[in-house]
């Protein structure tokens, strides 16, 4: 594998790990980018091309899917449901929600059968650093040439 597509598909790793522990809360294009050291039209651009999917997309997707189980599994109010999945307010989940399964979320819950939900993709675990180092010291090599 290249080494720029090695380094990418890590740092895309670093981001998606971040998006599914942090659900909950609001993510942005502009933190996620920063997260992993692109500027946002690269991390745009980058994150679609790993993943097949825009970032606001990918996230609506995961919340509402996690939602609709939640939906299933408990029994919980639509609000809670809404504001642990992120979203900002029962009505913009609603709609969300409409637009993504084709019913309202009371429909779905009463339905009872679960339609296809967005997984997680994949990331690779990090590597454990070797036995012996100390994966909080970073060494740094300084190099200096003549001028031309």
């Known amino acids: 594998m290249v080494p720029d597509r090695q380094t990418a598909q890590s740092r895309i790793g670093q981001v998606l790990r971040f998006i599914h522990?942090?659900?909950?809360?609001?993510?942005?294009?502009?933190?996620?980018?920063?997260?992993?050291?692109?500027s946002r039209w690269q991390f745009q651009r980058v994150f679609a091309a790993h993943t097949g999917s825009?970032?606001?997309?990918?996230?609506r997707e995961l919340r509402l899917s996690q939602a609709?189980?939640?939906?299933?599994?408990?029994?919980?109010?639509?609000?809670?449901?809404?504001?642990?999945?992120?979203?900002?307010?029962?009505?913009?989940?609603s709609r969300s929600f409409r637009q993504y399964f084709g019913c309202s979320p009371g429909q779905y819950r009463k339905r009872g059968?679960?339609?296809?939900?967005?997984?997680?993709?994949?990331?690779?675990?990090?590597?454990?650093?070797?036995?012996?180092?100390?994966?909080?010291?970073?060494?740094?090599?300084?190099?200096s040439r003549p001028a031309f």
């Open 21 to 38: 522990s942090h659900l909950d809360q609001p993510l942005t294009v502009a933190s996620l980018a920063t997260l992993g050291g692109w």
């Open 54 to 59: 825009s970032v606001a997309h990918y996230i």
């Open 68 to 93: 609709a189980e939640l939906l299933l599994c408990t029994r919980d109010r639509q609000l809670e449901i809404a504001l642990s999945c992120g979203f900002e307010s029962d009505i913009s989940f």
């Open 113 to 143: 059968v679960r339609c296809p939900l967005r997984a997680p993709i994949p990331v690779a675990p990090l590597p454990a650093p070797p036995p012996g180092s100390n994966p909080c010291q970073t060494r740094i090599r300084v190099e």
